[in-house]
């Protein structure tokens, strides 16, 4: 008896081939999203983007900025990208790189103070002597900083040896009392081959253009550095609108997915040719459903908000407008999703799986389970093929970045654009219901 109930259960999962796909590929694909983003991530460091303005213009800072620029985990910016190759943009500024970090353009930026290269080394805290270098980060990525700021030392202790020693000599003097004379003419010596290192070093990349390799240094990590978040500046309450964002978006693909499946209730219970044999068009009947699955997925998400800001005190009130605008475009995208998903499938049991399969697929993909810059360069550029990296970037700049409406655009208009062409082919689809 139980050998007979085994094999008419495995009867029915063959018939349902729904089900017995998404049994097996719902796991392998998640295994393999899992997979790419955090395999290798125990000995290999992410590409981090990062501006670097040097204000000093001496040899100490030229080298340090050569140094962060051999280092392979870093992509170093000294000026943003210029369209014509033959009137390059000119360098950033403090105040551009700033904005560019705001932006969201990149996550951190370094500046290069004036008077720097003077006093590079800060031994035992701050003589009053050296201006710090100012590290300016966006707070929504928290790796970043820390990786900029340990390779930052790694760079000063090893691309300019002279200035480290030369710094070092003074310390040694005000701590220890000077040198013999003996040891101050090999100190000399020492320190007048070290430079002529490095003003070799840098006469050939001049001409070159090449990259010379870094001297050995013993020096410990002695750079001062000043960290300042340009972006979320209140960290907790605003961390809440991603996680508002980016758990909403991926619900209301589901709700938008389940509730445009009464057309196929609809189609199989006779009701959608009653409706069409009236004054109803397929159009017509289709705006329908994608007008009332706006306004609910629309509803769902101020409903998540409220709650954000009701409970874990989310600030709402100065970001209204925004809201609004990336509210309503996410809930069209999601909702013509939905009717998209509805008009391809046969059955309610057909939607219910390649639904799952597709939402949690693109949810993993384009940011709603985990932030899309832990994972690796593919995955991010993977990500800005689903509703979800949209949504979320555009909640991001609202909440997070505190931008203006106007530098909403390219969120709004690819998720408006989106909606707009999956509702024509789902019209173009639906065709088959009008003439069965």
């Not at 500024?93 to 970090?101: F, G, I, K, L, Q």
């Not at 009392?177 to 002529?196: C, F, H, I, V």
């Not at 001049?206 to 960290?227: H, L, Q, R, W, Y």
């Not at 993977?382 to 106007?406: E, H, Y």
């Amino acid at each position: 008896m139980i050998s007979a109930i085994v094999r008419t259960a495995i009867t029915g999962l063959r018939r349902d081939r729904a089900s017995l796909a998404l049994s097996f590929v719902l796991p392998i694909a998640f295994f393999t999203i899992f997979a790419m983003v955090f395999s290798g991530q125990h000995d290999t460091i992410p590409q981090v983007k990062l501006i670097v303005v040097d204000q000093d213009h001496t040899l100490a800072s030229r080298n340090l900025v050569r140094g962060l620029e051999r280092e392979g985990s870093l992509a170093v910016s000294t000026r943003p990208e210029s369209k014509d190759p033959k009137a390059p943009a000119p360098d950033y500024t403090a105040a551009t790189a700033e904005a560019a970090v705001k932006a969201g353009n990149f996550p951190v930026a370094l500046i290069i103070p004036a008077g720097w290269g003077q006093h590079p080394l800060a031994f035992n805290g701050s003589d009053g002597k050296a201006p710090e270098i100012q590290l300016l980060n966006d707070q929504s990525d928290t790796i970043a900083p820390q990786i900029v700021a340990g390779l930052l030392q790694k760079a000063a202790m090893t691309s300019m040896p002279a200035s480290m020693a030369g710094e070092g000599e003074k310390y040694m003097k005000q701590y220890i009392g000077g040198l013999t004379p003996e040891q101050q003419k090999r100190w000399d010596a020492n320190m007048a081959q070290l430079n002529a290192i490095e003003k070799r070093r840098e006469d050939a990349q001049a001409a070159a253009g090449a990259s010379v390799p870094d001297s050995s240094s013993s020096f410990n990590g002695m750079i001062k550095v000043e960290t300042r978040g340009v972006a979320g500046e209140h960290k907790n309450k605003n961390l809440i609108s991603f996680y508002a964002a980016a758990i909403g978006v991926m619900f209301l693909l589901f709700t938008a997915s389940g509730s445009a499946g009464s057309l196929l209730e609809e189609q199989e219970s006779g009701t959608l040719d009653r409706v069409l044999s009236s004054r109803v068009t397929m159009t017509t009947l289709l705006a329908g459903k994608l007008t009332f699955n706006t306004l609910l997925a629309f509803a769902q998400l101020t409903v998540m908000f409220l709650w954000g800001w009701a409970v874990f005190h989310l600030e709402i009130s100065g970001h209204v407008s925004g809201f609004v605008v990336m509210g309503l475009c996410t809930a069209f995208a999601v909702a013509a999703f939905g009717i998209f998903l509805a008009s391809m499938c046969h059955t309610r049991g057909q939607l219910g799986a390649v639904s799952t399969l597709l939402i949690l697929v693109m949810s993993s993909v384009g940011g709603s389970m985990f932030p899309r810059f832990m994972m690796p360069e593919a995955m991010q550029k993977a990500g800005l093929f689903t509703i979800n990296a949209w949504a979320i970037d555009g909640f991001q700049k609202v909440f997070w970045r505190d931008l203006p409406i106007s530098q909403l655009w390219q969120q709004v208009s690819v998720l408006l654009g989106i909606g707009i062409v999956l509702f024509v082919l789902s019209r173009r689809i639906a065709r088959r219901w009008e003439y069965s």
